[in-house]
């Protein structure tokens, strides 16, 4: 088995998260798995994501946030 050149043990996790986008949009999205180094994140459409954007991870915990990888 390969193992991963990673700075950072991901931990996986199953949460529904939102994407606002700067112009006001809110994008649905599930949270896959998370690290110290970032989330992945499981959209409909990446290539639509702006490249900077706000995380809302609950009620009262956002984080801004940037794409560093799409696929």
Avoid: C
């Amino acid at each position: 088995m390969e193992s991963e050149n990673r700075k950072f043990t991901r931990r996986d996790i199953d949460l529904v998260v939102h994407i606002d986008a700067r112009d006001g949009t809110i994008i649905d999205a599930e949270m896959l798995d998370l690290s110290q180094g970032g989330v992945r994140l499981k959209v409909g459409n990446p290539d639509n994501l702006p490249e900077q954007f706000l995380l809302q991870l609950s009620a009262t915990i956002y984080r801004w946030s940037r794409i560093a990888w799409r696929s």
